[in-house]
């Protein structure tokens, strides 16, 4: 009698480990192409362009409504990083910040100072506001991947 060769299906160690290391290089690339760590800059100097010209907008609005007067607390250029809402404006003073509470006060402007994306435990915003000799403002930040993002009026 003879026996007869009964196949098996299925796949042998090698081929197994052709194909986990082909989606290991596949993997890698696409990783590399999609480069997660500047897409994450980008989105936070989207977030600092958005910040620098909300600012901007609400120092402007304060300054239509009083006759075309900004903030007294905007210094002349070279300027100063702007306080967080939360902070009293006297702890503003001490640390040599601008005050803008005159813009979030009872939310008429907008409700609070915004502040950079990466910065969470200053009473800076890390955003610098200044005026020259005639009232123009300039509201600035340090992008990661953008340089200064700026914005004047």
Do not use: H, W
Request: aromatic share 4%; with cysteine; charged share 15%.
């Amino acid at each position: 009698m003879t026996k007869s060769l009964i196949k098996q299906k299925g796949f042998t160690l090698i081929e197994v480990l052709l194909v986990v290391a082909l989606i290991g290089i596949l993997v890698s690339i696409v990783i590399i192409a999609i480069n997660p760590s500047k897409n994450l800059k980008d989105t936070r100097d989207a977030q600092r362009k958005t910040d620098v010209n909300t600012i901007l907008n609400a120092v402007y609005q304060y300054a239509l409504d009083t006759n075309g007067t900004v903030p007294a607390t905007i210094v002349v250029s070279p300027g100063q990083e702007i306080c967080k809402t939360a902070v009293l404006p006297a702890t503003c003073t001490t640390d040599g910040l601008t005050d803008l509470s005159v813009v979030t006060a009872n939310e008429k402007y907008i409700t609070s100072v915004p502040f950079d994306p990466s910065t969470s435990t200053t009473n800076s915003t890390k955003y610098t506001i200044f005026k020259t000799a005639n009232n123009r403002i300039t509201v600035s930040a340090v992008g990661e991947n953008a340089g200064t993002i700026s914005a004047s009026r």
